[in-house]
């Protein structure tokens, strides 16, 4: 067989199949592959080793897109050095990944300004990286989308959204209490989520004994979304101080009352 007649076969074959990136390396891999006396086997890997390279980079593209991160953080920024209370071989080792396989959830519970919603991108980020579905949104607004899907009679749509990534972030869990209508709606969240095995990062500044107090006062469903969060759990206790103070103190800032922060 000629390498004219196999090179407009491979071109008819590669444009039927779609492999675009795979049509236009053609020519050089060929080239290679015949400098080099590659076997069919070899040439084939070559060709599509650049074609999932870039069918992974659009889907890191897209996923990145869809995953709706406040911003872009990654473990390697973080300062463990400033929160020591939170131990560094553990997250480490959830950056393997293996909780969403496992369908194993992490709760980061901590005040305000502590690295939570940081660690909790930062390891979403690493799904993304795979080329999978992550999604992030607070609580308030994750709640405020439901409600207003299901005035629209789309309910069921908007719930999917939030049950299909492969790792879903419900950030500020606890920041603003939610109503009834509220929370039963994070409640379906949750439990859609556990009955799929489906991990979830929830950033919370509420102890848990505290919990009722998010789901409208209600204890029973508090109860209940909590038994199903950490049936297969990693809890992370951040104790440490705020970095947005810490840098205010640095920063000698005046407070209210004429208090200098030093």
Same mark, same amino acid.
């Given at each position: 067989m000629s390498n004219l007649v196999f090179s407009e076969k491979a071109y008819e074959g590669l444009e039927k199949l779609g492999l675009e990136t795979a049509l236009l390396q053609l020519d050089q891999t060929s080239q290679m592959a015949v400098a080099e006396n590659w076997s069919y086997t070899e040439?084939?890997?070559?060709?599509?080793?650049?074609?999932? =390279?870039?069918?992974?980079?659009?889907?890191?593209? *897209?996923? @990145?897109k869809m995953a709706r991160f406040p911003y872009l953080k990654k473990l390697d920024d973080f300062d463990f050095d400033v929160q020591p209370s939170i131990d560094r071989k553990l997250v480490?080792? %959830?950056?393997?990944?293996? #909780?969403?396989?496992?369908?194993?959830?992490i709760i980061l519970l901590g005040p305000p300004g502590t690295g939570k919603t940081h660690l909790a991108v930062a390891l979403a980020s690493l799904i993304v990286e795979q080329g999978r579905r992550a999604y992030f949104s607070t609580a308030?607004?994750?709640?405020?989308?439901?409600?207003? =899907? =299901?005035?629209?009679?789309?309910?069921?749509?908007?719930?999917?959204?939030?049950?299909?990534? +492969? %790792?879903?972030?419900?950030?500020?869990?606890?920041?603003l209490q %939610?109503?009834?209508?509220?929370?039963?709606? %994070? #409640?379906?969240?949750?439990?859609?989520? @556990?009955?799929?095995?489906?991990?979830?990062? *929830?950033?919370?500044?509420?102890?848990? +004994?505290?919990?009722?107090?998010?789901? !409208?006062?209600?204890p029973v469903? !508090?109860? !209940?979304?909590?038994?199903r969060l950490l049936?297969?759990?990693?809890? *992370?206790? *951040?104790?440490?101080?705020?970095?947005?103070?810490?840098?205010?103190?640095k920063a000698g800032i005046r407070l209210e009352g004429g208090e200098i922060m030093s």
């Open positions: 040439f084939l890997g070559h060709l599509l080793d650049g074609e999932l =390279a870039e069918r992974l980079r659009q889907n890191v593209r *897209i996923a @990145y480490d080792e %959830l950056a393997n990944l293996r #909780f969403t396989e496992d369908g194993r959830n308030s607004d994750m709640v405020r989308k439901l409600d207003k =899907a =299901a005035r629209e009679n789309r309910i069921h749509r908007a719930m999917q959204m939030l049950v299909h990534p +492969s %790792l879903l972030v419900i950030d500020e869990v606890g920041y %939610l109503d009834k209508a509220e929370a039963s709606m %994070l #409640f379906q969240v949750i439990c859609k989520r @556990y009955d799929k095995k489906q991990s979830m990062i *929830i950033t919370s500044n509420k102890a848990f +004994s505290q919990w009722g107090d998010i789901f !409208a006062n209600d469903m !508090a109860s !209940a979304a909590l038994d049936h297969k759990s990693t809890v *992370i206790n *951040i104790k440490g101080e705020s970095y947005r103070l810490k840098e205010k103190k």
